[in-house]
């Protein structure tokens, strides 16, 4: 019963380089979004996808890419990690978007950018 | 532009003492909201939701929500916490019209006194 599954759990990245974060999920799916934790600002929605091959942008996209080729899979790309990027990342899927059930989290992705 | 408020950032409370962890929204219309919890190093969880009907809401662990349209409010309560309930606690929204986007709030942590 593996849930969201977020890989890798802890990453230090150089100023510049990039990077893909995991996420799967194999509770069928549809809905998939990623968001990014700081402290004192709650969870804030970088990109989301509503099926296979249909993305949207949320409240913070800039700096990330994401695509969504498979129901199950949600990876996020950093292409030139910054600084600002420093923050624990959480995958979180629902059944059919957030307006009639829950979201599921992954155990979240630490990331510090020096 | 839609926000959810919690203006408690750090709240103790000794054991076996009630709680009420505040949240605000603002909208125009009713939207569905929604309370989480994360407990350190962990996703969240869902807590409670309410989308519609009977606006005192029970949830797992004991927890309940009331929303109050006239105060655009939705707070948490428990009537006897646990050292278990050390946590931090979020309450989330999604607008009807955009149910793609659920918006969180800062989050509330916390503490039990024993």
């Known amino acids: 019963n593996a849930g969201v599954t977020q890989t890798p759990k802890f990453q230090v990245l150089k100023t510049g380089q990039s990077m893909t974060l995991q996420c799967a999920q194999d509770m069928n799916h549809e809905y998939m979004s990623w968001y990014r934790q700081d402290p004192g600002m709650g969870l804030r929605l970088i990109h989301y996808?509503?099926?296979?091959?249909?993305?949207d942008q949320g409240e913070v996209p800039n700096g990330y890419n994401v695509s969504r080729s498979t129901t199950e899979d949600f990876p996020l790309r950093l292409l030139s990690a910054a600084p600002s990027q420093t923050s624990v990342y959480f995958c979180?899927?629902?059944?059919?978007?957030?307006?009639?059930?829950?979201?599921?989290f992954g155990e979240g992705s630490r990331l510090t950018v020096l | 532009a839609q926000s959810v408020t919690q203006p408690d950032i750090h709240i103790t409370v000794s054991e076996g003492a009630s709680l009420e962890l505040r949240c605000n929204y603002s909208?125009?219309?009713?939207?569905?909201l929604f309370w989480y919890v994360q407990s350190p190093g962990q996703g969240l969880q869902l807590l409670l939701k309410?989308?519609?009907?009977?606006?005192l809401v029970q949830g797992i662990k004991g927890f309940e929500a009331e929303f109050k349209r006239s105060q655009s409010s939705f707070n948490l309560r428990k009537p006897s916490v646990h050292w278990s309930d050390a946590a931090e606690y979020f309450c989330a929204v999604v607008r009807y019209s955009s149910a793609s986007k659920i918006i969180f709030g800062s989050g509330t942590r916390l503490s039990i006194r024993p």
């Open positions: 909208y125009g219309a009713t939207p569905y």
């Open positions: 979180a899927s629902s059944l059919a978007g957030t307006n009639t059930g829950e979201l599921f």
């Open positions: 309410y989308f519609s009907g009977d606006t």
């Open positions: 996808s509503v099926g296979a091959g249909i993305t």
